[in-house]
């Protein structure tokens, strides 16, 4: 019996269909299959680069009475601008639980990876940000920060924002990108007073030292942190960990070998009473931010199920 051949889609494809997709419930309701034990998500698997500095993750997974499993591979090499090449690389492959056949091939160059991790934390913000006094600051400058403003009218009316990063040119493209936006951006000239001006706090870079520190966190704030998905990154000091009133981790399981609550662990910051999993916020919302004066955190090292439900959307969705 002859099997059909894969649909296979470009960039643009992938981009096109993406215009038409809600994605916010899809994402929520991936991570509540895996905190409802629905979702099988091995271990991530992991490549370091050294010269150039890069790496390459494969995710991987099937979330239960769905008719895909995904392979993903992400790439992420930060020397790439420097030869006219975005950072993000990678595709998504879907095959049929029940066959094993190849269904499809996404080629999105890492695009849906850079999407469904903006996705996720705008998640985060929908449940576990102060609802008053809301100024958004952002550290660092690159793709993911970008998309972070692109998807925050999703859940934030919030036209305040504070940028940071390391160098000015980049800064200043940042905000040149966003040039004829509703939003007010202001360059903040450090990381503290960007921290002092924010109540609301995204983390964004590849960084393997801390960036943002305990003492520069007032009461009130929620810090989302995106860029610490490896066990060697880490862009919040430990002690944040430590002094928040509630951790929450896209993965608990994948949050015991990477990212800031892995840090975290290993300096003995993180009480087990304040750690909760996001399906698990989305399932009952109580158990996120109850007031204003809470510190919440948000640790996302990105899982499999994000891209099985962004991927298996896409396909659902195609139009040829």
Same mark, same amino acid.
């Given at each position: 019996?002859?099997?059909?051949?894969?649909?296979?889609? $470009?960039?643009?494809?992938?981009? *096109?269909?993406?215009?038409?997709?809600?994605?916010?419930?899809?994402?929520? +309701?991936?991570?509540? @299959?895996?905190?409802?034990?629905?979702?099988?998500?091995?271990?991530?698997?992991?490549?370091?680069?050294?010269?150039?500095?890069?790496?390459?993750?494969?995710?991987?997974?099937?979330?239960?009475?769905?008719?895909?499993?995904?392979?993903?591979?992400?790439?992420?090499?930060?020397? *790439?601008?420097?030869?006219?090449?975005? $950072? @993000?690389?990678?595709?998504?492959?879907?095959?049929?639980?029940?066959?094993?056949?190849?269904?499809?091939?996404?080629?999105?160059?890492?695009?849906? =990876?850079?999407?469904?991790?903006?996705?996720? $934390?705008?998640? =985060?913000?929908?449940?576990?940000?102060?609802?008053?006094?809301?100024?958004?600051?952002?550290?660092?400058?690159?793709?993911?920060?970008?998309?972070?403003?692109?998807?925050?009218?999703?859940?934030? *009316?919030?036209? +305040?924002?504070?940028?940071?990063?390391?160098?000015?040119?980049?800064?200043?493209?940042?905000?040149?990108?966003?040039?004829?936006?509703?939003?007010?951006?202001?360059?903040?000239?450090?990381?503290?007073?960007?921290?002092?001006?924010? *109540?609301?706090?995204? =983390?964004?870079?590849?960084? =393997?030292?801390?960036?943002?520190?305990?003492?520069?966190?007032?009461?009130?704030?929620?810090?989302?942190?995106?860029? @610490?998905?490896?066990?060697?990154?880490?862009?919040?000091?430990?002690?944040?960990?430590?002094?928040?009133?509630?951790?929450? $981790?896209d993965s608990i399981e994948q949050s015991k070998t990477r990212g800031e609550i892995y840090k975290a662990r290993q300096n003995n910051c993180l009480s087990k009473d304040t750690l909760r999993e996001l399906g698990n916020i989305i399932k009952d919302p109580t158990l996120g931010r109850q007031n204003d004066n809470q510190i919440t955190v948000a640790d996302l090292t990105g899982v499999a199920v994000q891209d099985i439900m962004i991927a298996t959307a896409i396909i659902n969705n195609y139009k040829i």
């Open positions: 019996m002859n099997t059909k051949a894969p649909l296979v889609l $470009s960039l643009s494809e992938v981009t *096109n269909t993406l215009k038409n997709l809600n994605l916010i419930p899809l994402i929520e +309701e991936g991570f509540v @299959s895996l905190s409802s034990n629905k979702a099988i998500v091995p271990p991530v698997g992991e490549l370091l680069f050294e010269n150039p500095r890069g790496e390459s993750h494969i995710k991987y997974g099937y979330i239960i009475n769905q008719p895909y499993y995904v392979i993903k591979v992400a790439s992420g090499f930060y020397e *790439n601008p420097k030869i006219g090449l975005k $950072s @993000s690389q990678g595709l998504m492959l879907a095959f049929s639980q029940k066959t094993g056949v190849l269904k499809a091939i996404l080629l999105d160059e890492g695009h849906l =990876t850079d999407i469904r991790t903006a996705i996720a $934390s705008m998640i =985060t913000l929908k449940y576990l940000a102060p609802k008053h006094n809301i100024r958004i600051g952002i550290i660092g400058t690159g793709i993911q920060a970008e998309l972070q403003l692109k998807y925050l009218h999703t859940v934030s *009316n919030c036209k +305040e924002i504070f940028v940071w990063g390391r160098t000015a040119e980049k800064v200043k493209a940042f905000k040149d990108i966003f040039k004829d936006s509703n939003y007010n951006i202001t360059i903040a000239p450090s990381i503290p007073e960007l921290a002092h001006n924010c *109540n609301i706090i995204i =983390t964004t870079t590849p960084s =393997t030292t801390p960036l943002l520190f305990s003492s520069q966190i007032k009461k009130g704030t929620h810090i989302t942190a995106i860029g @610490s998905d490896t066990s060697e990154k880490m862009e919040l000091d430990t002690d944040i960990i430590k002094k928040a009133d509630i951790v929450i $981790s």
